[in-house]
């Protein structure tokens, strides 16, 4: 994809103290238009995303990159109003994200525009430090108030996760009323993750069905150690019934099959191709168990 270039070249600083290192972390661009929201009583600090530019942040993982998102309409303004956000890092294409909105018990401070009801959408950033370009389309000739946040890794988790640092795209699996991050491996766009060992890797997959995919699907993942192949791992999976792609309507997620890989001393590549299936593509996700951890995390 086309690099995109926007007018507002933002840095980010971190609001929240740097003693915090779990949880969510505020992010601030140096430069940009305040917008504040009073919100039952509260205010909150928003940066305006003009039409004609892009904002861009820099953050560096493991986790997640947040973004709350309102339209901007006009005073008096009723109707639900449709828009489009689409984040790139370079040429790669991090989340696009979509809806229709309609107007919030919400004010912009000092300005008789009217806000628009929020929406959040997130995804996993990893441990090199990126710089994202967010670019508002689709959405009437009307800016918007966007707020980043940082989600860490929870320190108590017995896992944490590890990202890829090639795949083709990122999923966002709903399930039961939790969002979990996936990575979308294809024949053409293998997933890779670098690993520092000794370790076991922990490898969460979930076949995806296409529209018109039934029944018991067998597929199979071709794992590479750097340039070696280590085995081909064959497996099988049904629909799941609870679980769903928030971004991809069409596709509906297998249910979840694990696949652990012993990985030796020193720094690896491991490359994940889907093998032996018609099937769009397999979702995976990868953990690493954490010495310091107390809990599991589902998957």
Do not use: C
Request: charged residues 25%; proline residues 6%; glycine residues 6%.
């Amino acid at each position: 994809m086309k690099r995109l270039v926007g007018s507002a070249i933002l840095s980010m600083v971190v609001l929240m103290g740097a003693g915090h290192s779990w949880g969510d972390e505020l992010l601030a661009p140096i430069r940009g238009s305040i917008v504040n929201l009073s919100i039952n009583e509260k205010q909150s600090t928003y940066y305006r995303l003009h039409t004609d530019s892009t904002l861009e942040v820099t953050a560096t993982g493991p986790g997640w990159l947040s973004a709350i998102v309102r339209l901007i309409l006009p005073p008096g303004a009723t109707d639900s109003a449709s828009y489009r956000v689409i984040v790139t890092a370079g040429a790669d294409t991090m989340k696009q994200f979509s809806d229709t909105v309609g107007t919030a018990d919400a004010e912009l401070v000092g300005s008789k525009e009217q806000p628009t009801t929020s929406r959040k959408f997130s995804f996993p950033i990893s441990e090199k430090q990126r710089t994202y370009t967010f670019r508002l389309l689709d959405n009437g000739g009307r800016d918007a108030a966007v707020r980043f946040l940082v989600r860490r890794p929870s320190a108590h988790a017995k896992e944490q996760p590890l990202f890829p640092i090639a795949m083709d795209r990122s999923l966002t699996l709903l399930y039961h009323e939790r969002r979990l991050e996936f990575h979308l491996a294809t024949a053409q766009n293998p997933v890779k993750v670098r690993v520092i060992g000794p370790t076991k890797l922990r490898i969460v997959t979930r076949l995806v069905f296409g529209p018109t995919m039934k029944g018991l699907q067998p597929y199979a993942l071709d794992l590479t150690l750097d340039k070696e192949t280590l085995k081909v791992e064959e497996l099988s999976s049904t629909k799941a019934v609870s679980s769903e792609f928030e971004d991809e309507k069409e596709w509906l997620p297998g249910k979840s099959r694990t696949v652990y890989v012993a990985i030796p001393s020193g720094e690896h590549d491991l490359t994940i191709t889907p093998k032996a299936t018609t099937a769009p593509g397999v979702a995976v996700r990868f953990t690493l168990p954490s010495e310091t951890g107390t809990s599991d995390e589902s998957n």
